[in-house]
């Protein structure tokens, strides 16, 4: 945080809370929206029940703060932010299970078991997210068409309820409550530790193969035809092509590589990496850095320059979070913000919606600086935003008449039996939302029966009218 | 190196008793000890949370990490704690001194009770198993001390001169032993420390001077490395302080901050 924040007026109630309050701007990542939040960081694990039992504000949990909308905002209530609860607690070698605190984050994880052999199963495309920010919005990564999301690597969730019992759960045990918390964002209640289980790498490195595709139907074959052979894959498209290159782009996969892929040198240290150099973005860029102009150029640019590459050994780093080397990156979209926008068909309808949706981005020329695609498998949960099918993630500056755009893509993604991700939405409508999620009504009922106060809530579950008023 | 310095007896890894190893500063002087390979002990008033934070340490790093209570103001139970720890540890080679609180500063301008609660927290108790520490370091005539004081305790301000008197009175014992150890192999460190992003100042930070609590203790951990004597943590407090402490008295007690 690098706003100087003020100590807030506490709630003395009749019991004394310990955790101190700061009132300080607060948005996610995508810097929009913004507003002034009563924020607290408690430091010791008692802290939290007591704060929770104490306060009567509505409060949700945050984490690293990277969802991109207002799913950890809390414009009235209050947010708990829980990074320094970012202890592990146990690991199993044999099982890979790791137990720890919500606040640990992906890259502590990675940073303490790469070198020992071990990795994630599920990782988004940033490292920087704690693990409970990873359940309440049950993240995906470039595997999903394998190994789902991360709610399906998991052996338990501790959820800290209103009451401040802490309720065990997982697919034997409390079934309900688990499929409700994750990918229930934070709602259900605070998830104070969570049992991750890691999988077994014998190598930091990715043997990853890059094609050009020179449209949305060649992009869909290479999926359709790669599927079975890589663990990851994910398309960048440049949304600046239209006719018959509409959706020309680059298809990357990989897996790790075992150990006699690499060469003598490699294969000495094979899960050692050289620490990577990051870059950072000192201000917030002007407006038109990133106009139509220098987006259509930039799409070009990286298009010609990507060839086909069989067969190359990337570092595991690079291949995952190859925007976590320029720190505050969201800067670049300067100080009004961005929205990222993305949406998942299910296979039938998938590829229609990809064409009219790219067609629309064409026609309005809001070309997105970093789209992303790539297909789903299969998925549980109540709230999960997955689906088998397709997924498109674009990034739009907050600039005039974005809103209304994106209500037009929303009805065309509503049509076709789609639906929004939760992490990364900052404005659609309840309609939308309540539509694109047909199993709400099964959520509201655990919603109701562990929290029927509804003292967990956000600025994001009041948007959307999550819970009946 | 660290133990060529130190004179650490068997294995070269040092066992360090830490008082007050709940605070963010504390644990994060613990991960940096547990991976140079030392065991610890961890001691504080909430145990639950120190035990959460030795298994934290065995997790990352393998060392062996305990977890025990300890209350600064409960002097009877001080010379229990310094042999259980060297029990649990097999010996004890160095103790960090990690305990402090605000306190209700604004009530106890006017309360006695509060204001002797903030000396007792951060002065009294110290004075009193730090007593039991030196002890047990002069009898094996090696190891160290580590005393984690405060930029307020270097001059008096009227928002916090309760606590800065007790923390300043802190480095003053801790010069002093210092002193008493001054021919013996043995090391005692002061750390003054400036604005840390923690409790104490969460809502008060000032966004220049306000480092990571991971950064401080590492730079506490280098310091002890090099055997120094007095730190400021961040370096530039000593500049700060050097400024600060030259106002004059009459300009000074004008200043609102």
Redesign the interface.
Known sequence: M???????AQFAGDRRIA??????PLSGWGRYPRCLTDIY?P????ELAELITADPHALVARGAGRAYGDAALNAPGRVIDVT?FN?????DDATGI?RC?AGVTLGDIID?FRPRGFFPVVTPGTRFITVGGAIAADVHGKNHHRDSSIAAHLASIDVMLASGEIRRCSPDQNADLFHATAGGMGLTGVIVEAELKLRRIATAWIESETVRAANIDHAIEIFERTDRLYDYSVGWIDCASAASALGRSIVNFGNFATLDQLDGQRRAAPLSLKPRRSLSVPIDFPGFALGPFTVTAFNELYFRTHRDTPRALVDCERFFYPLDSIRDWNRIYGASGFVQYQCAWPMAESRAGLVETLEAIARSRRASFLAVVKKFGAQDGLLSFPMPGYTLSLDFPMRPGLLPFLDQLDAMVLQRGGRLYLAKDARMSPAMFHAGYPRLAEWRAVKAAVDPNNHFSSSLSRRLEMVPA | MAAAAHRIAPGGAPRVLILGATSPIARALALEYAHGGASLYLAARDTAEAARIAQDLAVRTGVAAHAGPFEAGDYAAHPELISRAAAALGGLDGVALCFGALGDEPAAHHDATAARKIIADNYTGAVSILTFAADHLEAQQSGFIIVIGSVAGERGRSRNYIYGSAKGALALFTQGMRARFARTPIHVMTVILGTVDTRMTWGRESAFLTVAPERAAALIHKAWRRRAEVVYVPFFWRFIMGVIKAIPERFFKQLKF
Do not use: I, N, V, Y
């Not at chain 1, 690098?2 to 807030?8: A, D, I, L």
């Not at chain 1, 202890?87 to 690991?91: D, G, K, W």
């Open positions: 690098e706003e100087t924040g003020q100590r807030s955790a101190p309050l700061k009132r300080a960081r430091e010791k694990f008692a320094r202890r592990m607690l146990a690991f790791l605190e303490t």
